[in-house]
């Protein structure tokens, strides 16, 4: 986009928030309504007197201090890089010092770099109303945006998409980028969400693969925090495919890097969730407890903890242990209601309690898991159903959950 477009876009976005008429700002000026259309629509270079009257009648500051626009240039940068690098502090910190110059970026040739660094911040901040207000004003002007511009703007709304979970049209989106041949800086960031939109329609292969592209790529740049992440991605796909020892390993090698990363409580915490699945998906429930021994500030933690450790409790037969947690638990906020479900049926089948009142209680789950619930979910509502059902011979509904499981 040239100087005499991104005036004319300042200029018009300035009128319209004034509520000003063109015909009004173009008697003003002195000009006529025809000259004061090119310049708005950027098809001529205004001389500049006419442009200094237009910015008094529409009080705009128009900066073009070429050391202020070359810092701003620099932190921009600096911002896209920190949300590479998964630096949140930094990121914060570089977004709070563009919101303190809002005003003079947007009377600047920096409006487009500024707008989609907000749209950056925001995508990677789940802030969705920001992001449609952001999306609905650079829609209007992609044709203006440089090649780059318009790589970084799509990636971003990719992003906003994922997290509205609009994911086949993020996937869309994500690779055309690649398609069309995006700058190395963000090409490992299109394979990391294509990594976790694949993992969420259960496409596991494909997730796999695109998790392992961007791990290559982020160990090509050395990012440590991206690294930790793709491979806590991979450990969890190979849960989902059963591979449980090549799993445990990559869990194993998240926990060591966790010790030299600065890594959130809650971000440990899911890790160590993740890993107890794991061993208890391998049946080892005593890996599953020594994992979950790790878990800290308990106020905090995912509601996969609460679960985790009473199933392998109950597995374990360690019942009076087990009424104990279940009765701390009640205690607890846990908001997920497909987990507070999961916590039920083991207190149910704890107490050795009614079979029909089990069975109500797994039906009752079923209905809102089949259109809620994700695989992880199903696999193990189904496989519970399945297994209740042989248990209780009653072989016609086992085989129907069965088919049931295979479809889904």
């Not at 963000?186 to 976790?196: D, K, S």
Request: glycine share 2%; net charge positive.
């Amino acid at each position: 986009m040239n100087n005499k477009e991104l005036i004319g876009l300042i200029i018009r976005n300035k009128r319209n928030d004034l509520d000003l008429k063109s015909l009004y700002v173009a008697k003003k000026a002195n000009i006529s309504a025809p000259y004061f259309s090119h310049i708005e629509n950027g098809h001529v270079h205004a001389d500049p007197l006419v442009l200094s009257a237009i910015y008094d009648i529409l009080q705009i500051e128009f900066n073009n201090d070429e050391k202020w626009l070359n810092k701003k240039i620099k932190e921009i940068k600096m911002l896209h890089q920190s949300i590479y690098d998964y630096d949140i502090e930094h990121r914060n910190k570089l977004y709070e010092k563009m919101i303190h110059d809002e005003e003079k970026l947007v009377s600047s040739i920096l409006i487009l770099d500024y707008l989609i660094a907000k749209l950056a911040y925001n995508s990677t901040s789940y802030k969705s109303d920001e992001c449609k207000k952001i999306i609905n004003f650079l829609d209007c002007v992609q044709d203006r945006m440089t090649a780059e511009q318009q790589n970084f703007y799509i990636y971003y709304v990719a992003v906003y998409y994922k997290n509205e979970n609009q994911l086949t049209k993020s996937k869309i989106m994500l690779y055309d980028l690649l398609q069309k041949g995006s700058q190395e800086t963000i090409i490992p960031m299109i394979y990391y969400q294509l990594g976790q939109i694949e993992t969420r329609l259960n496409n596991l292969s494909q997730s796999y693969f695109c998790n392992k592209q961007a791990l290559t790529l982020f160990e090509n740049t050395g990012n440590i925090r991206r690294i930790f992440q793709v491979l806590s991605a991979m450990a969890s796909i190979q849960t989902y495919e059963k591979n449980y020892k090549e799993a445990d390993k990559k869990f194993q090698e998240v926990i060591k890097m966790t010790k030299i990363l600065a890594v959130s409580s809650l971000e440990k915490n899911i890790i160590y969730c993740n890993a107890s699945w794991n061993a208890i998906c391998s049946k080892d429930y005593r890996k599953a407890l020594k994992y979950l021994e790790h878990v800290t500030e308990l106020n905090n933690n995912p509601s996969e903890y609460y679960f985790n450790k009473a199933w392998s409790l109950y597995h374990l037969k360690r019942n009076q242990e087990l009424d104990e947690f279940l009765k701390d638990v009640s205690k607890q906020q846990v908001n997920d209601k497909y987990i507070w479900d999961c916590l039920t049926f083991v207190k149910l089948s704890n107490s050795k309690g009614n079979n029909k009142v089990i069975e109500d209680h797994l039906l009752q789950m079923e209905n809102y898991i089949s259109v809620e619930g994700d695989y992880e979910a199903k696999a193990f509502l189904y496989t519970q159903l399945i297994s209740f059902y042989k248990r209780t011979r009653q072989y016609k509904k086992a085989l129907h959950f069965a088919e049931n499981y295979i479809n889904s």
